[in-house]
């Protein structure tokens, strides 16, 4: 149970150890980039760099899927839609950024405005000059498209298969608006030739570090506030929600309202995941809101392991290494790697790579509440393994 | 009228599609009394329920709960929020839940998000787990998940969760049905320790189960109460006689 000031990792070795390789990368990483000569046969080119945040960024997408799916049981097969709007936030600083580097030159419209003869700056693109409103943006841009569907959608109480259709159905039309030159938004193109970040060049090799870095603070931020509120006893209301909806509204726990705040909560982790990815990766298009994207994404959380957060993360990186090692060496079969990887997890590891950690270093007894007479560890390691129905 | 009893049903009639599930009901529940309220099938035991937790409102009648609250004008939440709790059928438990996170779900107080967000479980919350754990045999389970918990333990545990938000009525719907013998028994046990701290009032066929616990039995036949004492009182009376056996 959660206690203000009380040490939360007191009790998750596992999260413990999950926090510590995220220290070890962001600190051997810049060394093995920073400090190695280019000769050296262990250096790590900008490539690899980017390659590792864009891991990271993907596993708080993953972090952000796990706290609604795993905990509270709402299966969304559109987060990818929270990351990249996230996404497209931080893409219009870097456009506005590019200022009079661009192509045409114009000091104000990005690149592709001036192509389709735009005059001026529609009024959506107010602002996204300056770092701080973006921020902000990327934020609440997300909020707030998740609130109004997930207000809609909770409240006329559309859940489990339906409530994943209309996530499917959502991103997928954002997709198509995305794609539209009149939108504003690139279309097909996107946003890409992003120059500098805040005046750090985004071509060289220590912005791409410092990216790193932030990407691994925020993802270890993100999973210690989703830590706090799976432990807290909102959290417990949560998982009561996901066993006995009715019971739960029975007992005058305001149903909607929690899915609703947590859904929000991990919009905003999946948009900030989707402003860090955007200028390590340099560039963001419409296809980031496929459809294939989102359910790819459920796929790193059930590998990993659902309702652990960190196992999520950790199938986000494991499922992305296989992706790159394998459509590099083997492009072919990625896909029917990845569609047997869904079945056979499904099947045979229905607790993901998670489940196969021994309980008792996935948690340390706890004391709080009472002296526990069982290995409290036993019993929430069986809990996760026997939530085993899909949504 | 004398206004000291906890429960008073008048005259409640019921009727649906042109058959009176409760036909002209009177019975009153004194504090802290348990009785247990019998019948065959059909004899409205549920209908009486339904009414007092405002699931259905009578057609006639009036239903009171101490001599300031009107059943009839509340809300079912209402009726829950001034003391009524009722326990259904089968058992509802969270199961990913333990023992004790399942009464603390249950505990009077917070229930907004950002509440519960930053809620502790208090000292008092904490002694009435420990209480309510030790008044349903649980306290060696409290750790233990919902879902591993025997029927009959489920059974105990949803009346404690019931009682963590200190109801003044406790409606219990046939709560032995499906137990062991000796689950039957700790049943009874629980029921009789409730006894005085709150009025309860059992449905239930199981007759050696009411035999076992009851003081006072109520006969229900079409819709009204036809007999209303002790147990053998209960059982001599010639029309109860002639309602079960059919004689």
């Not at chain 1, 909020?143 to 997928?172: K, M």
């Not at chain 1, 539209?180 to 500098?196: Q, S, V």
């Not at chain 2, 802290?32 to 339904?50: F, Q, S, Y």
Request: charged content about 20%; glycine content about 10%; aromatic content about 10%.
């Amino acid at each position: 149970m959660f206690r203000p000031g009380r040490p939360l990792l007191l009790h998750d070795r596992a999260g413990t150890w999950f926090l510590a390789v995220l220290a070890l990368v962001a600190l051997v990483v810049p060394l093995l980039n920073q400090v190695l000569s280019a000769s050296s046969p262990l250096h790590m080119s900008q490539y690899g760099v980017t390659l590792i945040g864009k891991y990271l960024c993907y596993g708080m997408l993953a972090l952000a899927i796990d706290l609604i799916w795993g905990y509270c049981g709402i299966l969304s097969l559109g987060h990818a839609a929270f990351f990249a709007i996230g996404g497209y936030a931080m893409g219009m600083y870097l456009m506005r950024e590019i200022g009079p580097r661009g192509v045409y030159g114009n000091p104000v419209l990005p690149d592709f405005m001036v192509f389709l003869n735009w005059k001026s700056l529609p009024w959506f693109w107010y602002g996204f000059n300056h770092f701080l409103f973006a921020m902000a943006m990327v934020v609440a841009v997300p909020a707030l498209l998740a609130w109004i569907f997930g207000w809609f959608a909770f409240r006329s109480r559309v859940t489990g298969v339906y409530f994943s259709i209309i996530t499917q159905a959502l991103t997928y039309a954002l997709m198509l608006a995305f794609f539209r030159n009149n939108m504003g938004f690139g279309g097909n193109n996107g946003f890409t030739d992003f120059k500098d970040i805040l005046g750090f060049d985004l071509h060289s090799d220590g912005t791409h570090v410092v990216l790193l870095v932030l990407t691994a603070i925020a993802l270890a931020a993100s999973y210690l506030a989703c830590l706090a509120i799976v432990e807290s006893r909102a959290g417990r209301v949560i998982r009561a929600i996901r066993d006995a909806e009715s019971r739960s509204r029975f007992l005058g726990y305001p149903v909607e309202s929690f899915k609703l705040w947590l859904f929000v909560f991990s919009a905003v982790i999946a948009g900030i995941a989707g402003a860090l990815y955007v200028p390590q990766i340099g560039i963001i298009n419409p296809s980031e809101f496929a459809p294939i994207n989102s359910i790819e994404a459920v796929i790193w959380v059930a590998v990993g392991g659902r309702g652990t957060l960190y196992g999520a993360t950790a199938g986000a990186v494991l499922v992305n290494y296989g992706k790159t090692y394998l459509t590099g060496a083997f492009p072919e079969v990625w896909l029917y790697v990845l569609g047997a990887l869904f079945v056979l997890v499904t099947l045979l590891l229905p607790r993901g790579i998670a489940g196969l950690i021994p309980a008792r270093i996935k948690e340390a007894k706890r004391t709080a509440g009472g002296t526990p007479k069982m290995d409290r560890a036993d019993i929430k390691a069986e809990a996760i393994g026997s939530n085993e129905s899909p949504s | 009228m004398l206004r000291d009893k906890r429960l008073y049903l008048e005259d409640l009639t019921v009727s649906f599609d042109g058959s009176k599930a409760l036909n002209g009901l009177t019975l009153y529940v004194e504090p802290g009394e348990l009785l247990c309220v019998i019948g065959p099938n059909g004899a409205g035991k549920t209908t009486m329920m339904d009414v007092i937790t405002g699931k259905t409102r009578p057609d006639y009648g009036t239903a009171w709960f101490g001599s300031d609250i009107d059943l009839l004008k509340l809300s079912e939440a209402e009726i829950v929020a001034a003391g009524i709790a009722r326990k259904f059928q089968r058992p509802t438990v969270f199961e990913q839940l333990t023992v004790f996170e399942n009464l603390e779900m249950a505990s009077a107080g917070c229930r907004s998000f950002l509440k519960t967000l930053r809620a502790r479980l208090t000292a008092a919350e904490k002694e009435r787990i420990e209480e309510v754990l030790e008044i349903i045999g649980l306290s060696g389970h409290r750790w233990a998940l919902g879902r591993v918990l025997a029927h009959g333990q489920k059974q105990w545990l949803e009346i404690g969760m019931l009682l963590m938000q200190n109801p003044e009525l406790l409606l219990v719907d046939e709560p032995v049905a499906g137990m062991t013998p000796a689950e039957i028994e700790r049943t009874a046990e629980l029921l009789l320790s409730l006894e005085g701290e709150h009025s309860i009032v059992v449905v239930e066929h199981d007759m050696s189960f009411v035999r076992s616990i009851a003081r006072r039995v109520v006969v229900l036949h079409e819709g009204r109460v036809i007999a209303d004492g002790d147990m053998d009182k209960v059982q001599r009376d010639p029309r109860v006689i002639e309602v079960y056996l059919g004689v």
